[in-house]
């Protein structure tokens, strides 16, 4: 498995960003680094199916899972101080993992394979939600949003 280093993109004593983006990964070892000084994981354009390993990495507040092969999301239930999720164009096709991610402000689901959209109520503090580029035919309750600025989806009515 092709790994990349970590390189400090944000300023000193706000954490470090690991950006493995394009390395060819299939899966994420158990080996993954997540000193507590990393804040920001990126994995975009590799060929990963699924989030695991990632109980370690309880002090991420970024994660970017763009351009893989998803099928779940599970995974990031565990990363209770995330704000930033980023998971456009994977194979989603059910939200799951929301419930306990209540300091998220910034969620991106676009490209996906939704056809609902829910537990997402309890996340109060997100402000932008991107789920275009789905086929979803049944939204949740996003009344306890109040933060919520900018919401990018389509919702198909039968």
Same mark, same amino acid.
């Given at each position: +498995?092709?790994?990349?280093?970590?390189?400090?993109?944000?300023?000193?004593?706000?954490?470090?960003? #690991?950006?493995?983006?394009? !390395?060819?990964? !299939?899966?994420?070892?158990? &080996?993954?680094? %997540?000193?507590?000084?990393?804040?920001?994981?990126?994995?975009?354009? *590799?060929?990963?199916?699924?989030?695991?390993?990632?109980?370690? %990495?309880?002090?991420?507040?970024?994660?970017?899972?763009? *351009? &893989?092969?998803?099928?779940?999301? +599970?995974?990031?239930?565990?990363?209770? !101080?995330?704000?930033?999720? &980023?998971?456009?164009?994977?194979?989603?096709?059910?939200?799951?993992?929301?419930?306990?991610?209540?300091?998220?402000?910034?969620? &991106?689901? @676009?490209?996906? *394979?939704?056809? @609902? +959209?829910?537990?997402?109520?309890?996340?109060? @503090?997100? !402000?932008?939600?991107?789920?275009?580029?789905?086929?979803?035919?049944?939204?949740?309750?996003?009344?306890?949003?109040? @933060?919520?600025?900018?919401? +990018? %989806?389509? #919702?198909?009515?039968?």
């Amino acid at each position: +498995m092709a790994v990349a280093g970590a390189d400090s993109a944000l300023p000193p004593g706000e954490g470090s960003v #690991v950006n493995w983006s394009g !390395q060819g990964l !299939q899966k994420l070892g158990p &080996n993954l680094p %997540c000193e507590a000084d990393i804040h920001t994981l990126i994995l975009d354009k *590799n060929q990963i199916i699924k989030l695991e390993n990632l109980e370690k %990495c309880k002090q991420l507040i970024q994660l970017s899972v763009a *351009n &893989n092969r998803l099928v779940r999301m +599970m995974g990031v239930a565990k990363l209770t !101080q995330l704000r930033v999720l &980023n998971l456009p164009h994977n194979s989603i096709g059910y939200v799951e993992g929301l419930k306990e991610l209540v300091h998220l402000e910034w969620l &991106n689901l @676009a490209g996906n *394979n939704l056809k @609902a +959209m829910d537990q997402i109520n309890s996340c109060t @503090a997100l !402000q932008h939600l991107d789920l275009s580029d789905n086929s979803i035919h049944q939204m949740g309750d996003l009344s306890k949003l109040i @933060a919520l600025k900018v919401s +990018m %989806c389509s #919702v198909i009515y039968e």
